[in-house]
């Protein structure tokens, strides 16, 4: 065996994934030999549970793997912790993998056969990435959010009506994190989602009680959320409205990982909520979600929106959405409007709910009075 590089700094506890047997031991030797703590798993299927433990500095996995490959373990990892660094090996590279694991953001990709220098020398590189990330501060900045966080309502208008006949509820801090999109980073950062989707129902329950009585309330929930018995609890704060809130799903942070969402859907409608996919057009996952949890509403993805006036292309496809919609009966929506122009042909296409700028901005609880103009 080649000589062993030097020993991490400071050595951490690392997860090390592949279903060769021989392979899972010899890597799992090497980087004990260099000073970690290792466990090996010969099963990817439960790795996610694993490393909700919190006590892992970072994961090493192959590729090539039964039921679930390194990639889906990595994007599934995604979904909770951004940070984890997260190696991947593989003795036959793809350009579609290679891909996919710098959109996941997978630390590096070792080609196999690698020496054993190369694989100490990155899960050095790995541990240190990963205390750099320096969790307490993290989780102190968490805490100034989620201390702060209050919720910003934006109007959703029926244009055939011309009022106002929904509103979204969105995330805001005053101290922390700077927008929903870091404050969503920091929970999957520290393993927190759960807390903070809490915060928030809690929150909007509160906010709730000033909704108007003819109006509709759309609420966001992570994927996480779908795991959290919080949810669909009765006695929750949403729950003793659930028959005039939408719960809003995305799956930019994917549902592929998330156990028994179809019984979650059910078990949300039993209840008396709706539920909206967010983001449809975004990508064939948000297309998949479409169909296994046959929503409510769809909301088309703003960049759908975004020019639409301009864009035969961008028509034709809200086109297609609109009858597939119409076809299992679903109400569509429209968000990130802010023009006009997009607004005139949405109208002519036959969208009915809008959402955007141009409506108004998010703001305070249910701001009341706005009436919307019918474009002739």
Same mark, same amino acid.
């Given at each position: 065996?080649?000589?062993?590089?030097?020993?991490?700094?400071?050595?951490?506890?690392i997860?090390?994934?592949?279903?060769?047997?021989?392979?899972?031991?010899?890597c799992?030797a090497?980087?004990?030999?260099?000073?970690y703590?290792?466990?090996?798993?010969?099963?990817?299927?439960?790795?996610?549970?694993?490393?909700?433990s919190?006590r892992?500095?970072?994961?090493?996995?192959?590729?090539r793997m039964?039921?679930?490959d390194?990639v889906?373990?990595?994007?599934?990892?995604?979904?909770?912790?951004?940070?984890?660094?997260?190696?991947?090996?593989?003795?036959?590279?793809?350009?579609?993998?290679?891909?996919?694991?710098?959109?996941f953001?997978?630390?590096?990709?070792?080609q196999?056969?690698?020496?054993?220098?190369?694989?100490?020398?990155?899960?050095n590189?790995?541990?240190r990435?990963?205390?750099?990330?320096?969790?307490?501060?993290?989780h102190q900045?968490?805490?100034?959010?989620?201390?702060?966080?209050?919720?910003?309502?934006?109007?959703?208008?029926?244009?055939?009506?011309g009022?106002?006949?929904?509103?979204?509820?969105?995330?805001?801090?005053?101290?922390?994190?700077?927008?929903?999109?870091?404050?969503?980073g920091?929970?999957?950062?520290?393993?927190?989602?759960?807390?903070?989707?809490?915060?928030?129902?809690?929150?909007?329950?509160?906010?709730?009680?000033?909704?108007p009585?003819?109006?509709?309330?759309?609420?966001?929930?992570?994927?996480?959320?779908?795991?959290?018995?919080?949810?669909?609890?009765?006695?929750?704060?949403?729950?003793?409205?659930? /028959?005039? *809130?939408?719960?809003?799903?995305?799956?930019?942070? &994917? @549902? =592929?990982?998330?156990?028994?969402?179809p019984? %979650?859907? !059910?078990?949300?409608r039993?209840?008396g909520?709706?539920?909206?996919?967010d983001?449809?057009g975004?990508?064939?996952?948000?297309l998949?979600?479409?169909?296994?949890?046959?929503p /409510?509403? *769809?909301?088309?993805?703003?960049?759908?929106?975004? &020019? @639409? =006036?301009?864009?035969?292309?961008?028509?034709? %496809?809200? !086109?297609?959405?609109?009858?597939?919609?119409?076809?299992?009966?679903?109400?569509?929506?429209?968000?990130?409007?802010?023009?006009?122009?997009?607004?005139?042909?949405?109208?002519?296409?036959g *969208?009915?709910?809008?959402?955007?700028?141009?409506? &108004?901005?998010?703001?305070?609880?249910?701001?009341?009075?706005?009436v919307?103009?019918?474009v002739?």
């Amino acid at each position: 065996m080649p000589e062993l590089a030097a020993v991490a700094d400071s050595p951490g506890t690392i997860l090390v994934v592949d279903d060769d047997h021989l392979f899972l031991r010899v890597c799992t030797a090497v980087l004990r030999h260099a000073g970690y703590a290792v466990e090996s798993v010969n099963d990817p299927t439960d790795v996610t549970a694993t490393l909700r433990s919190g006590r892992f500095d970072a994961v090493v996995s192959d590729v090539r793997m039964p039921n679930i490959d390194g990639v889906q373990l990595l994007k599934a990892i995604r979904s909770f912790d951004r940070d984890m660094p997260v190696v991947l090996m593989t003795g036959q590279p793809t350009i579609e993998a290679a891909i996919k694991a710098i959109e996941f953001k997978a630390l590096r990709m070792l080609q196999k056969p690698f020496e054993v220098d190369e694989l100490i020398n990155v899960v050095n590189e790995a541990v240190r990435s990963r205390s750099s990330n320096a969790p307490t501060v993290l989780h102190q900045k968490l805490d100034r959010s989620i201390a702060t966080l209050h919720m910003a309502y934006q109007p959703i208008v029926k244009t055939l009506e011309g009022r106002t006949v929904a509103w979204e509820a969105l995330v805001r801090c005053t101290d922390g994190a700077k927008n929903a999109g870091e404050l969503i980073g920091l929970a999957e950062s520290t393993s927190r989602l759960r807390e903070l989707g809490r915060k928030i129902r809690n929150t909007v329950g509160r906010d709730a009680a000033q909704l108007p009585s003819d109006a509709l309330l759309f609420v966001n929930a992570h994927p996480e959320d779908l795991s959290d018995p919080h949810l669909v609890a009765p006695d929750a704060p949403l729950s003793r409205i659930a /028959d005039r *809130v939408v719960i809003e799903i995305t799956e930019r942070a &994917g @549902l =592929d990982h998330v156990d028994h969402v179809p019984e %979650v859907i !059910a078990h949300l409608r039993a209840l008396g909520f709706r539920i909206a996919v967010d983001d449809l057009g975004a990508g064939y996952s948000g297309l998949t979600t479409f169909a296994s949890i046959e929503p /409510d509403f *769809v909301k088309l993805d703003r960049a759908l929106v975004s &020019g @639409l =006036d301009l864009s035969a292309k961008q028509r034709a %496809v809200v !086109a297609s959405m609109l009858r597939l919609a119409q076809d299992v009966g679903c109400e569509v929506i429209a968000e990130g409007i802010e023009t006009g122009e997009e607004r005139q042909v949405l109208d002519s296409l036959g *969208v009915q709910w809008m959402q955007g700028y141009l409506f &108004g901005r998010p703001g305070a609880p249910f701001l009341p009075g706005l009436v919307v103009p019918r474009v002739a």
